[in-house]
């Protein structure tokens, strides 16, 4: 079993939604700050929300109003709610440690913004 593992993507047209999840093993998520990062076709992955483990969250400017980072600690599990999608949102969505990620990673959810 996986310990990072990604779901919820699918197309979507532009200015619709769509809810992230991520199962995280429990030994990583209770010592960890946790974060959501995205790799677009030819780009370089990049963290786009974080979420300490007290709550506190930031995020990447282009995604600031739009998407929201959340933990639920008894399920070991963090979200990213994304709203009025952009077709540049395109990419493939990874869950890991923020700020500075792990040396694996999950196999991702692909989200395709799209009309």
């Known amino acids: 079993q996986g310990q990072l593992v990604e779901s919820g993507g699918g197309l979507v047209q532009p200015g619709g939604s769509l809810r992230l999840s991520c199962a995280v093993s429990?030994?990583?998520?209770?010592?960890?700050?946790m974060g959501w990062y995205r790799q677009a076709p030819g780009e370089e992955r990049e963290l786009v929300a974080m979420?300490?483990?007290?709550?506190?969250?930031n995020y990447e400017d282009s995604v600031k109003g739009r998407f929201t980072i959340s933990r639920d600690n008894a399920k070991s599990a963090v979200y990213l709610q994304m709203n009025s999608l952009k077709t540049e949102d395109t990419a493939v969505y990874y869950c890991?440690?923020?700020?500075?990620?792990?040396?694996?990673w999950g196999k991702g959810t692909l989200v395709t913004v799209s009309s």
């Open positions: 429990r030994s990583i998520f209770i010592i960890n700050d």
């Open positions: 890991n440690t923020g700020p500075r990620a792990m040396n694996f």
């Open positions: 979420i300490t483990r007290g709550g506190r969250t």
